[in-house]
């Protein structure tokens, strides 16, 4: 679509000019590239120390003097010392790429002598206004330009895309592109996120125009609002130059992705320190003699350590009896992570030593990290469980 704003390059203007332009000057376009003459005169010898540049620039209106200049850069060509072309008797011919404004708006050319530095050439000493303007024929979007979103994919469509040039002046490849940027789009340079974008076939100058409507996969921009544009660009000798564009009214919003949530802290289980075992009853028995030791021994029964107590004649034995076994499959509540060393290896299948080491491993999840504890095997474990409870 036609549009009448262009992105202002910025400049500044000295206090007094170093150089001025001298007649006769102007410009030819030739394609993508502009030709450009001109002649210099030096009005401080100081310019001699400065890098020098001549520009072609496209103004909404002709600019009156330097300091009234505001449009848009669009040829620039850096130049040789000024004592080289200062005093020239002829006029100093160059060319450049040329990056016509966007649109098919008509602009005032006008010539820029301007100092400063490759890349930066922004203290404008004196301009050339010309007073007829100029419309740029390049390819351009007529009628109703829009998009649709839906999920991940957009649908872009344009009513028609024309060549306005001559006929025998056939395009560059095109391409549609749609962008977020941070404001309208007013032409010339820009920052921003590739939405989506597809490649169309040149076209013909003159010929019939063609319509668009492409479904395309979208990339979503960064979290907050963004201009949405559709941009007709055209392939050039420099790459990709946008030819024409329209801004849609609308701002669009991405929120932020939601937060993730911390994880979940549990404190870990402290482990508890065994209960304090009430002392055994001290029974008084004879001493057994060696055949009783010797049945017991044969029926395997486990005999309490031995303390002597009484005289030579008539010895006593205190006794502590031992935890009885309780066999697996019983109902039985022992907790692995509270018993104590005697409540444990009083479980069928759990041996002291098994014991002890179920509680160098407390605390315990769950009872499946008895797989964990040397000596417990998978099928031990099986056997035992239903003895057993956290």
Sequence with gaps: MSQTIIQPTPIHTPAASMARLSEPHGYRFD??????????TVLDPAANQRAWALQLWACPSAPASASDLAGQMLA??????????????????????????????????????????????????????YALPQRFLQPRMRGTVGYRIEGNRV???????????????????????????????????????????AVLAPLSGQAEPI????????????????????MLREWTAAGYVTRDFTNFATPVFYAPPPAA???KLE?????????????????????????????????????????????KDKEKVA???????????????????????????????????LARAIISKRPLASLDDLKRVKGISAKLLARIRSSLKL
């Design 267 to 311: 404190a870990p289980i402290a482990p508890t320190a065994p209960p304090v075992e009430p002392a055994m009853p001290t029974k008084t028995v004879p001493a057994p003699s060696l055949k009783d030791v010797a049945v017991n021994s044969a029926n395997k029964e486990v005999l309490a350590p031995i303390k002597l107590l009484g005289s």
């Design 211 to 230: 319509s668009s409507s492409i479904e395309l996969p979208l990339s979503s921009p960064p979290p907050g609002e963004w201009h949405f544009v559709l």
């Design 31 to 40: 394609g993508d590239r502009v030709h450009l003459r001109a002649r210099f």
């Design 155 to 197: 649908h872009l469509s344009v009513e028609h895309i024309e060549n306005p040039r001559d006929a025998a002046n056939r395009s560059g490849t095109l391409a549609l592109e749609l962008w977020a940027l941070a404001a309208p789009y007013a032409g010339g340079a820009f920052q921003g996120t590739h939405l989506a974008g």
């Design 76 to 129: 620039e060509v850096a130049l040789p010392p000024m004592s080289e072309v200062a005093d020239e008797t002829e006029h100093l011919d160059v060319s450049a790429f040329a990056c016509p404004p966007a649109g098919g708006a008509e602009h005032f050319l006008v010539l820029v002598l301007a100092a400063g530095r490759p890349g930066q050439f922004d203290e404008v000493h004196d301009v050339a206004a």
């Design 261 to 263: 949530m911390p994880p």
């Design 319 to 353: 006794i502590a009896p031992a935890p009885a076994k309780v066999a697996a499959g019983a109902v039985l509540s022992v907790s692995v992570n509270k018993a104590a060393e005697s409540e444990l290896a009083a479980v069928d299948g759990l041996s002291p030593k």
